[in-house]
């Protein structure tokens, strides 16, 4: 189903219908996440709905599979399409912390391994976006973020709200407003992409060499 312009998985009974408690129905943006909300069966819609003008308004939008990582990554395919992966590591939590970031366009490859100080495993995740974005100078061109964090899709795409790191996640968001085409991307951690063990080896890399 979609509720408030985002995919979302709606838990069901035995019968196959919503499940309901004080007229509220249960549902996750992610199978795999551990939060799950409940919302007024008002606000959840078909995915076949379209969706408002109001909805639409400064929204980043979410998704796991924008198009084929792996031709992105081969660089066969969006040829003008900056493609980042990002991660971030803590030693301790907090603790140590590095943030790893690779950026391909067109062939060309720069990556960032940087030691942060003393750090949450979010907040590396975070800074590590902030650092990626900081890096693009043209924000016409399409730019698709990477990111095996549960923590950073959720509050930056799909709009969890944050206990911590608020000033941090709102400077991302500003950063992110300023792209005309870009989407936060899920994907799974450790998993067989390139890209995405390369940023998490420079993250911890950072935190391994920091003196």
């Keep these: 189903m979609r509720f408030k312009g985002n ?5 069901l009974d035995e019968n196959g219908k919503p499940f309901v408690k004080e007229g509220k129905w249960r549902i996750k943006y992610q199978l795999e996440q551990e939060y ?7 606000g959840v819609k078909p995915l076949s709905s379209s969706k408002s003008p109001a909805e639409n308004k400064d929204k980043i939008r979410p998704t796991t599979q924008p198009f084929s990582v792996r031709g992105a990554t081969n660089d066969n395919n969006d040829k003008d399409t900056i493609c980042i992966y990002t991660d971030g590591a803590s030693s301790g939590n907090p603790g140590p912390s590095g943030i790893g970031v690779v950026i391909r366009y067109q062939g060309m ?5 940087r030691f942060i100080g003393t750090a949450t495993n979010n907040y590396a995740e975070l800074e590590a976006i902030r650092v990626a974005l900081e890096q693009i100078k043209n924000k016409n061109l399409p730019v698709r973020i990477f990111t ?25 968001k500003k950063n992110l407003r300023r792209f005309k085409d870009i989407e936060i991307c899920k994907i799974k951690g450790h998993a067989d992409e390139a890209g995405n063990i390369r940023a998490d080896l420079l993250a911890t890399s950072a935190v391994t060499n920091a003196d």
Aim: zero cysteines; a positive charge.
């Design 7 to 11: 995919k979302v998985w709606v838990a």
């Design 36 to 42: 799950e909300y409940w919302v007024r069966p008002q």
């Design 109 to 113: 490859q720069k990556e960032i391994s």
């Design 148 to 172: 095996d964090s549960n923590y950073a899709y959720g509050v930056l795409a799909l709009g969890w709200k944050a206990r911590k790191n608020r000033d941090l996640i709102e400077a991302i």
